[in-house]
């Protein structure tokens, strides 16, 4: 059973950072990429992040470049996002989702599974 477990959300102030994990089971990283979405309030679904299975393709969003880095760690089967000087617009839930195949891209429709969301408040 495929399975996408985030965690690591919660409330931060303005400037600074949070780690977000995505633990998979069911299948392996080596056949899925992996990508972060979020969602904000009355707004589509964003791509944020990706990581190709082979892990020798990372996508990052314009917005959140240079401030936000995803990786792997294989042994744990859990993908990280890795966010630093959160802002106020980084506010939502985030999202990681599996797409089986070697490319990764930021359109929400190319994946598979998803996990439940985790809430990440950026706020004073």
């Known amino acids: 059973q495929v399975q996408l477990v985030e965690s690591g959300g919660g409330l931060v102030q303005p400037g600074g950072s949070l780690r977000l994990s995505c633990k998979v089971s069911g299948f392996s990283l080596d056949d899925y990429a992996i990508g972060w979405f979020r969602q904000a309030p009355g707004k589509a679904r964003e791509g944020v992040s990706c990581i190709s299975s082979r892990a020798d393709i990372i996508v990052d969003a314009d917005s959140t470049k240079g401030r936000f880095t995803i990786s792997r760690d294989m042994a744990k089967s859990t993908v990280y996002l890795q966010m630093e000087s959160l802002n106020p617009e980084d506010t939502a839930v985030y999202y990681c989702?599996?797409?089986?195949?070697?490319?990764?891209?930021?359109?929400?429709?190319?994946?598979?599974?998803w996990g439940q969301g985790t809430q990440v408040t950026v706020s004073s």
């Open positions: 989702a599996a797409e089986r195949g070697f490319m990764c891209g930021l359109g929400f429709w190319e994946y598979d599974y």
